[in-house]
């Protein structure tokens, strides 16, 4: 993980612009939501998802509950090692199978990964649970908005300005 951090630090000051990685994102994002324990919706197969739950829980988020995304169409998203097929799913795919979520120890929702498609989805997913919902690329627009711009507040909390927009994506 420091590794990462310095590696991605040294990326930045090369190019001279900040450069992220979704992970640092979504942690930051965690942290500003005050969630230590998350639900995970995951697109990968899994033997990545577990990676994944590895990265997380060695930073010191309890991550209480999984739900892969398992049906592109007629085809298994997560049955293969081929992660390129992350690029089949849909928001739908990934509302109907974090559906099947019951979150009641999470703090946050989290679906992960940026291939994913997500903002169709977080609107319906907010509603259903009530939770903070957070998604990679929402976590990155957010920390690379606060990294060259005016601080802003965070896509999340006011979630009722934005819900609605996210339903016509």
């Given at each position: ?5 310095a ?5 930045s000051?090369r190019?001279g612009?900040p450069?992220?990685?979704a992970?640092?994102?979504?942690l930051?994002s ?6 230590r324990r998350?639900?995970?919706v995951?697109p990968?197969?899994a033997?990545l998802?577990?990676a ?7 930073a010191?988020?309890a991550?209480v509950e999984v739900a892969?995304?398992?049906q592109?169409g007629a085809?298994?998203?997560t049955?293969s090692?081929?992660?390129r097929?992350?690029?089949n799913v849909?928001s ?18 989290l ?7 997500t903002?169709?989805?977080?609107g319906?997913?907010?509603?259903a649970?009530?939770k ?5 690329n929402?976590c990155?627009r957010?920390?690379?908005?606060a990294?060259?711009?005016p ?9 009722a300005?934005?819900?609605a927009l996210l339903d016509r994506?």
């Amino acid at each position: 993980m420091e590794r990462d951090r310095a590696a991605f630090a040294e990326l930045s000051r090369r190019r001279g612009c900040p450069v992220v990685s979704a992970t640092e994102a979504i942690l930051e994002s965690l942290r500003h939501v005050g969630a230590r324990r998350v639900a995970v919706v995951s697109p990968y197969p899994a033997w990545l998802t577990e990676a994944a739950l590895r990265y997380w829980r060695d930073a010191g988020i309890a991550v209480v509950e999984v739900a892969q995304v398992v049906q592109v169409g007629a085809q298994a998203a997560t049955g293969s090692s081929d992660t390129r097929k992350v690029y089949n799913v849909t928001s739908a795919n990934a509302l109907v199978d974090a559906r099947r979520l019951r979150c009641r120890d999470a703090d946050a929702i989290l679906l992960s990964g940026t291939g994913m498609p997500t903002l169709g989805a977080i609107g319906g997913i907010s509603r259903a649970f009530g939770k903070p919902m957070l998604s990679s690329n929402l976590c990155l627009r957010w920390m690379l908005g606060a990294k060259l711009g005016p601080r802003g507040d965070p896509p999340w909390d006011d979630r009722a300005a934005w819900e609605a927009l996210l339903d016509r994506l």
